[in-house]
């Protein structure tokens, strides 16, 4: 059996295609909502999902409180954003996987790739394809690191790939997306100026550990002090990882990431005077 959790605030365009892709073969669906003005608890209700109404404390905390308190019975935890939507080919090898006992499966959790859609298209390059995450896992083996936004994921034991991907478009229009990139950007930079200082319960940054924790490594203590940082990313995406394959809407996809890495590393140096002068 699979249990399905959902964070949702104001997700009453995207949640529809979300909870129609899980209907009729996952056991529960669990939406936490935290204060949405619109109809996501009517949608989520009408659609089969059980609602549970939680303040929020932050993408970390708030899937830490669902995986604490919910009633969750399944072997099998999947955890989706309302922007995303589990495909049939998807949807067969993950059934395939919770048909086994437990116990037979020697993974306790598997990273799933999603496919980005931009403007209506999907991005199939630009270093954005595969994109891993690590979202199907056996009940009690994860937990989220505290981190405000980008988290991961740490399972207690191995893991492996699924590579079929899911479809991660959000439909609420590009002002919805430039504003939560604009909020991301300001919780990343935090995050890079607290990662710079070494603070926080975190992943721990290490060049001798697993992929992660290389990765969060070149992330904090390398990455973050390089200049032009929004050129760089452009160049890798575009360039080195065959960005311009997509097309004019990878030129366009491209742009708009150098640009959120110009936000972040904007706001970083605001943070650091801030630091600074108090």
């Known amino acids: 059996m699979i249990d399905v959790l959902i964070i949702t605030k104001d997700e009453e365009v995207n949640l529809p295609y979300c909870l129609r892709a899980l209907q009729g073969w996952t056991n529960r669906i669990f939406v936490v909502d935290s204060g949405s003005t619109d109809r996501t608890r009517t949608i989520a209700e009408e659609l089969g999902a059980e609602v549970f109404e939680h303040a929020w404390e932050g993408y970390a905390a708030q899937k830490n409180w ?12 999947l955890i989706v954003d309302a922007d995303e939507v589990i495909t049939p080919e998807l949807r067969s090898q993950l059934q395939a996987v919770a048909a086994r006992a437990p116990d037979a499966v020697p993974e306790s959790g598997f990273y799933l790739n999603r496919l980005f859609y931009f403007l209506g298209r999907p991005i199939r390059h630009c270093g954005y394809h595969p994109s891993w995450n690590l979202r199907f896992f056996k009940r009690g083996a994860g937990r989220y690191e505290e981190r405000e936004v980008h988290e991961h994921l ?122 600074n002068a108090s």
């Open 66 to 77: 669902a995986l604490d308190t919910l009633p969750l019975e399944a072997d099998w935890i």
């Open 154 to 275: 740490l399972i207690d034991g191995s893991v492996g790939w699924i590579r079929t991907p899911m479809e991660h478009r959000d439909r609420r229009g590009l002002e919805t997306y430039i504003a939560k990139h604009n909020r991301y950007s300001t919780l990343e930079a935090r995050e890079m100026v607290a990662g710079l200082r070494g603070d926080g319960d975190r992943l721990d940054a290490s060049l001798t550990g697993n992929q992660l924790q290389k990765r969060r490594w070149i992330k904090e203590r390398l990455y973050a002090r390089l200049p032009m940082k929004w050129l760089l990313r452009f160049l890798y995406m575009y360039v080195l990882r065959l960005g311009f394959l997509d097309g004019l809407t990878g030129l366009r996809f491209c742009l708009f990431i150098s640009s959120y890495e110009l936000q972040i590393a904007l706001k970083m140096i605001e943070f650091q005077r801030q630091e």
